[in-house]
T-cell receptor, first 112, second 112 residues
Framework: NAGVTQTPKFQVLKTGQSMTLQCAQDMNHEYMSWYRQDPGMGLRLIHYSVGAGITDQGEVPNGYNVSRSTTEDFPLRLLSAAPSQTSVYFC???????????FGAGTRLSVL | KQEVTQIPAALSVPEGENLVLNCSFTDSAIYNLQWFRQDPGKGLTSLLLIQSSQREQTSGRLNASLDKSSGRSTLYIAASQPGDSATYLCAVGSSGNTPLVFGKGTRLSVIA
């Protein structure tokens, strides 16, 4: 089973560039979410989705955009990358928001 | 706003010791609490999920307890091994369909 797959694993961007972090799950989970993890800050929620066509903001949504057109995919878009967005990004999914969360391996992003 | 605190931030123990990791949360209106493990450079793996109606959950050498009224959970690891070295994170699901709120984790080192 593939579980939660994140691509790419590593990415370097220049300030102002845009990119999309991909997240796909093959478990037919309704709930998906994006977190960023920074030293000393822990995991912070960026955006989440309780089903296809439904998204909502988390704790730190500014500078990020999401959409959920299918159950399987939940891409995270950086509209204009800033050095403050240098972080490790994790995608997670679960059958419903109250169930065990399954995490991807993460994407390490550096913005220069 | 739910806040989750984990103490200590780091812990180093000799192999074979029994140890306790602590997690506290400010809002006792939770639906469940989850403990995760994170190895360096990897994603999170769910270890135990305790529903708000439960007092504890066990999996092998791990035992997690929950005292909702006092806003505390502990993760007990019996007979620690070097392979247990990792960061352990606690996450709380509050009432409604709000996503998990994570603590900053406890970094455990088990010395052979």
């Amino acid at each position: 089973n593939a579980g939660v797959t994140q691509t790419p694993k590593f990415q370097v961007l220049k300030t102002g560039q845009s990119m999309t972090l991909q997240c796909a799950q093959d478990m037919n989970h309704e709930y998906m979410s994006w977190y960023r993890q920074d030293p000393g800050m822990g995991l912070r929620l960026i955006h989440y989705s309780v089903g296809a066509g439904i998204t909502d903001q988390g704790e730190v949504p500014n500078g990020y955009n999401v959409s959920r057109s299918t159950t399987e995919d939940f891409p995270l878009r950086l509209l204009s990358a800033a050095p403050s967005q240098t972080s490790v990004y994790f995608c997670a999914s679960s059958p419903r928001v109250r169930d065990i969360q399954y995490f991807g391996a993460g994407t390490r992003l550096s913005v220069l | 706003k739910q806040e989750v605190t984990q103490i200590p931030a780091a812990l180093s123990v000799p192999e074979g010791e029994n140890l306790v990791l602590n997690c506290s949360f400010t809002d006792s209106a939770i639906y469940n609490l989850q403990w995760f493990r994170q190895d360096p450079g990897k994603g999170l793996t769910s270890l135990l999920l305790i529903q708000s109606s439960q007092r504890e959950q066990t999996s092998g050498r791990l035992n997690a307890s929950l005292d909702k009224s006092s806003g505390r959970s502990t993760l007990y690891i019996a007979a620690s091994q070097p392979g247990d070295s990792a960061t352990y994170l606690c996450a709380v699901g509050s009432s409604g369909n709000t996503p998990l709120v994570f603590g900053k984790g406890t970094r455990l080192s088990v010395i052979a």
